[in-house]
């Protein structure tokens, strides 16, 4: 991108955690076009007393940021959750700006992030199919893929970018989500043919046994029929996998080597490429099955110790 053109507003959404924003920020930094990019910070308040001190640790940093466009500092007194800060934070940018670029405080992103991130919009801007462009890739075997992006449906969450007209149908009622995808035969598709339990995840939402607004996002984009545009190579590494997340495990599996060289955005056919979706659900399918082995290790282990202490 030139300097004349105009760069989409970044939402970064953090916590507790200030060695992890501050390498997300420098990532950012790296990209050519960051002087060029509106940074908006929304960060949210402590749960406890407890986190006070590594709220105002992030606080401090990033009221000394510099090097973007501007910078506007969101500070919740209130801890809100991730789920709601988002949701909240996502619709108050994109009803200022019309489409936002989205991270969180665990993403580190590749120099030619933002690049990507700002063609894609403006290349995908008026194509009411296409609800989400991602930044993210799983390192799964892409071999046959022979196109640089790709497009899968639903919408996705590990750096990713969105316009008005397509969050305006985010839905946050999970269960009217359950019912649209039982009603049309989507549920088995939407685990990618059964590989990866989405549809549990939905559940688990709709019970209150977890306030995740990922899965919604996915879910409000994939009954609508929405695309999302994957790149083969990732622009956005989660680092946050480290036991240090509210919302993470320790793992990784979803580790990735971050593009070195921008991605080009050729004219790719809108629509979900079965191949990338028979790559990726393989990719998911082992993941559950290593996430099952471990659980197993953890419940044997567990067990020989109850029988030890006896």
Not at 49 to 61: A, C, I, L, T
Not at 136 to 142: G, V
Request: glycine share 6%; charged share 25%.
């Amino acid at each position: 991108m030139t300097e004349t053109q105009d760069c989409a507003p970044v939402a970064l959404f953090v916590f507790n955690r200030p060695e992890h924003t501050r390498r997300t920020i420098q990532s950012l930094l790296e990209n050519d076009c960051s002087a060029q990019t509106p940074l908006v910070i929304f960060s949210d308040g402590a749960r406890s007393e407890k986190d006070v001190p590594m709220v105002e640790s992030v606080r401090e940093y990033i009221r000394g940021i510099d090097g973007f466009r501007d910078v506007r500092i969101v500070e919740q007194a209130e801890n809100r959750g991730l789920a709601e800060s988002v949701i909240a934070g996502v619709t108050e940018v994109i009803n200022h700006h019309g489409r936002v670029i989205v991270l969180e405080d665990d993403m580190e992103t590749s120099p030619f992030f933002l690049d990507y991130m700002n063609r894609a919009l403006e290349k995908y801007r008026d194509n009411n199919n296409v609800y989400c462009i991602h930044g993210y890739a799983f390192p799964a075997d892409m071999s046959d893929v022979n196109t640089e992006t790709f497009f899968l449906g639903g919408a996705e969450c590990w750096g990713w970018a969105t316009w008005k007209r397509a969050w305006d149908n985010f839905c946050p009622d999970a269960m009217q989500l359950i019912s649209v995808l039982r009603s049309q035969g989507m549920d088995k598709a939407f685990d990618y043919d059964g590989s990866f339990p989405y549809m549990r995840m939905l559940k688990r939402q709709s019970r209150g046994r977890i306030d995740s607004w990922a899965i919604r996002w996915r879910a409000s984009a994939f009954v609508r029929q929405g695309l999302t545009l994957w790149p083969k190579v990732s622009l956005v590494r989660n680092f946050g996998m480290d036991g240090s997340g509210v919302h993470c495990d320790n793992t990784s599996f979803f580790d990735v080597a971050l593009a070195d060289r921008p991605v080009t955005l050729a004219d790719i056919p809108i629509k979900i490429n079965k191949i990338a979706f028979s790559a990726y659900g393989r990719y998911l399918k082992e993941r559950e099955g290593s996430l099952l082995q471990q659980a197993m290790r953890f419940i044997r282990k567990r067990v020989i110790n109850v029988i030890s202490d006896r």
